[in-house]
């Protein structure tokens, strides 16, 4: 086992043969006096100052920049060219996305697929069935998908519509659909994230979907049953007026039917089929055009959408903010705050600052405790997604990490590879500056901070580990190792 001063030491002797500079060992107190400058800016800069989020990211990163350069010796070059570089790179697919979601989202409303759907939902659900029903169906989607996002990006749209009908708290509305598509992410056999935890783990991907049963469904349901609570305190109080003028408007300004929902229909198909994400949301917004010209838009009019969003008047104002939504400058902002967040990740990654903080807790704290080892792979994993924002690192890192004490623990890997979920898939998404915090923050239209509290699934499994770890439940033995 590796000594994190032997990390950095080895560390340093690939930068200097590389880079050719040399600099200061960052160090262990000088990694957390990083770590803790990050998130102490980020609390602060969004709770108490209420900065806008792609300002305060280029804040942080001008500030950790100039600690590497200035208090540890490292060039600009070798930081942009070894840290930042890479972790764009590896971002630039779900850069992509955000930048196709935009249009996507303006075809879908001028092309009446939100409307008809929020238009079907208004007349299905009320406040007591809404927050469940919004949960199991995101989930439901995203298991046949394999998308958290591509079901946020859909049903996640409309039903925001829904809830602002009906009268439901935004925020709750949006953490329900977050908890639900990121549920269905997680237990889906086609999701990248969960194929890349059971590799990573070394673990068999059925074995893995099953295992993660004993921490994802009890954090789910816990979710069902607050959202069912909080609905049941909701009944009576449906404004009718306001969803009677809703329905009005959609019925005055568009075309209905179930031909609309072809979009979405593709969407769900293509993606369970595995086709690649990006090229899926292509055929689905491409199937949208020809249903936004049978609502009375000019090609250059659908051009025009895509661009700047759809500039509907239906003559009804809260409609009109419903749907006029999305365009490649509605996620301008979004990709603005991806692209400063990875300048920060990539110094982090590069530097070793976070593998120095998880190496130390792996030696100092874990020793031969199951307890502590679910712990520190969910620590682990915590810190690399409110450190990179990165669903894929928060997965690799503490995957590769602790592979070998898995073993030597005699804990079967299964174990590993839902901890590596349960703390990395799925926490990425309540971090405000992580790139699935953006995404979803920017699709709903509701801020990660004011959705979190109500994303219950998405910070209980983490919990529901910790607990079966220390008590010895739902937790798979091997004759590897040592027994504690």
């Known amino acids: 086992m590796d000594t994190y001063k032997g990390f950095i030491k080895r560390r340093e002797m690939v930068f200097v043969k590389e880079s050719g500079s040399a600099h200061r060992e960052v160090g262990l107190k000088g990694s957390v006096f990083i770590l803790f400058t990050i998130l102490a800016m980020m609390i602060v800069g969004k709770l108490f100052m209420g900065f806008d989020t792609a300002i305060l990211i280029m804040m942080v990163s001008v500030v950790t920049s100039a600690i590497y350069i200035f208090g540890y010796g490292f060039t600009w070059t070798e930081l942009f060219d070894g840290g930042v570089i890479p972790m764009i790179a590896r971002a630039s697919g779900a850069i992509l996305i955000l930048l196709t979601v935009g249009p996507m989202i303006a075809l879908w409303m001028a092309s009446g697929t939100v409307p008809y759907l929020i238009y079907l939902g208004l007349q299905i659900l009320t406040p007591k069935t809404f927050l469940v029903s919004a949960a199991i169906i995101c989930a439901m989607s995203s298991v046949l998908t394999g998308t958290s996002w591509g079901s946020a990006a859909t ?32 237990m889906s056999p086609v999701s990248d994230t969960t194929v890349l935890a059971a590799a990573t783990a070394e673990a068999d991907l059925i074995d893995h979907i099953k295992s993660m049963l004993w921490t994802t469904l009890p954090a789910f349901l816990i979710g069902l049953a607050i959202y069912g609570v909080v609905g049941s305190r909701s009944v009576g109080e449906m404004d009718m007026s306001k969803i009677d003028v809703i329905i009005s408007a959609i019925q005055g300004n568009f075309n209905l039917g179930p031909v609309v929902l072809i979009p979405p ?160 898939t799925v926490i990425v998404s309540i971090v405000p500056w992580s790139a699935a915090g953006i995404y979803m923050s920017s699709v709903l239209d509701v801020p990660v901070l004011q959705y979190l509290p109500w994303a219950v699934m998405c910070y209980a499994g983490a919990i529901v580990a910790w607990i079966y770890g220390f008590t010895g439940i739902g937790i798979m033995r091997t004759n590897k190792g040592t027994k504690e």
């Open 265 to 424: 229909v593709l969407l769900l198909v293509l993606a369970y089929m595995r086709y690649p994400t990006l090229p899926v949301l292509w055929v689905s917004m491409i199937a949208a055009a020809p249903l936004a010209m049978m609502q009375g838009n000019s090609l250059s009019k659908i051009v025009s959408i895509m661009a700047k969003g759809p500039s509907l008047a239906t003559g009804a104002e809260a409609v009109d903010k419903l749907l006029n939504r999305g365009g490649f400058s509605f996620m301008a902002g979004a990709v603005a705050v991806v692209f400063f967040a990875y300048i920060f990740a990539g110094q982090l990654e590069y530097s070793g600052t976070i593998k120095i903080v998880t190496t130390a807790l792996r030696e100092r704290f874990i020793k031969s405790s199951v307890g502590k080892f679910i712990f520190s792979v969910s620590l682990t994993g915590i810190i690399t997604a409110l450190g990179t924002g990165n669903s894929y690192l928060s997965i690799i890192m503490p995957g590769t990490m602790y592979k070998d004490l898995c073993d030597e623990l005699s804990v079967d890997r299964r174990i590993l590879s839902r901890t590596l979920e349960d703390s990395g």
């Open 155 to 186: 049903f996640g749209v409309a039903f925001m519509g829904i809830a602002y009908g009906l009268g439901v708290p935004l925020p709750a509305a949006a953490g329900a659909v977050v908890a639900g598509s990121y549920f269905g992410d997680k």
